[in-house]
């Protein structure tokens, strides 16, 4: 089950600390692996191990971010995440937010100086702005006697990158986020290892310390729907969370155009959970031009848009009917349309609710 995302950071510490000793880690004779310190060495032709697929040339679905910690900030409307200010080896900087679902590698507490690696799930849209500011799935302290990894692994135990094989024995610990242990198949399944040597093979392989095994998200527990056997004609369907609790309260966040903070009326969500932001205020940070006919509440944007208060029924700038989730509204005096108005109606690339924003603009489109 999803972790609440109103939860705080307090609570996100209190999962079980991982143990690192190295008494758990597997033996291998010192033929087959080699100290991290060592210099990584061009494999003999006999050490190769054969790929039975070709590795495809495609982004990796987690990647990683190492650095110093310079700053740290309370971030979201209730502040109840952190933004990290990162300073990367290159010298350059990264903005990784810390929230709830984050997983922190031995119930960390990061501090300023500390030097991190952050992973993150390339996937999931960013917000097109420098520093580049992401989510961070796992963060763990950079330690010289362990190496990290998170990635999605195959039937083989190959990570998805395919820099990576798994040896895994009956007494290698794997356990799910909340240090319970793990049942199941790792197979297709995001896994956070911890290994501190591998062998000189291409790819290579390592016998790891410990394994933490997630679902499509870091963060989230692997877990096995509960079902009452016992009780007959009884839905056991989980009751839907309301969007207003995955979302987060509306009405609280900022509204950003363009990568541009604007000062408008508060957002709210619908009976229908459109989320309903001010039209007036958007269109003129859009440089949009708006006009307002008092006389049969209708609106007009750019000489071709046009829409009419109460009524779910929008023109584009083809003069195209187009129906939304949810008619202009009047709230307080001021022009109310669902957010998927600017990209239904008027064709922008980008307007959703992310990081604790409504964020509209028509740079790069967001998957």
């Known amino acids: 089950m999803k972790p609440n995302m109103k939860k705080s950071l307090t609570s996100l510490l209190s999962v079980s600390v991982l143990s690192l000793s190295a008494a758990s880690i597997i033996s291998a004779s010192p033929a087959e692996v080699r100290p991290i310190s060592a210099p990584i060495q061009a494999p003999a032709e006999q050490d190769i191990i054969p790929i039975s697929a070709p590795i495809q040339d495609e982004v990796a679905p987690y990647a990683a971010v190492q650095g110093v910690v310079k700053e740290i900030q309370k971030h979201g409307t209730d502040g109840d995440m952190l933004m990290l200010t990162l300073e990367l080896e290159n010298g350059e900087t990264a903005n990784p937010v810390i929230t709830a679902d984050t997983y922190l590698v031995d119930d960390l507490k990061p501090e300023v100086g500390q030097k991190l690696v952050i992973f993150y799930d390339t996937g999931k849209p960013m917000l097109m702005i420098y520093p580049p500011q992401y989510n961070a799935e796992v963060v763990a302290e950079l330690r010289d006697d362990m190496n990290y990894k998170v990635d999605r692994f195959d039937e083989n135990l190959l990570s998805a990158d395919g820099n990576l094989i798994l040896n895994v024995f009956e007494d290698t610990k794997i356990i799910n986020p909340d240090g319970t242990k793990f049942e199941g198949e790792l197979s297709d399944h995001v896994l956070l290892v911890s290994y501190t ?171």
């Open 197 to 367: 040597v591998t062998t000189r093979s291409l790819p290579p392989q390592t016998s790891p310390v410990q394994i933490v095994a997630f679902e499509d998200d870091a963060g989230q527990p692997i877990v096995e729907p509960e079902v009452d056997v016992d009780t007959e004609g009884t839905d056991n369907a989980e009751p839907a969370v309301p969007i207003s609790e995955v979302m987060g309260d509306v009405s609280k966040m900022p509204l950003v155009v363009s990568d541009k903070p604007v000062q408008a009326p508060a957002a709210y969500l619908d009976d229908n959970d459109n989320v309903m932001v001010p039209l007036r205020a958007i269109v003129e940070a859009l440089d949009l031009k708006l006009k307002w006919n008092a006389a049969d509440k209708s609106i007009v944007i750019d000489d071709s848009i046009s829409l009419k208060i109460d009524e779910n029924r929008y023109a584009n700038a083809d003069n195209e009917a187009i129906q939304l989730g949810a008619a202009p509204t009047l709230v307080d005096g001021n022009t109310y349309v669902p957010l998927n108005f600017f990209t239904d109606v008027v064709g922008l690339n980008n307007a959703y609710v992310f990081e604790g924003q409504i964020n509209v603009d028509d740079f790069e489109k967001m998957q």
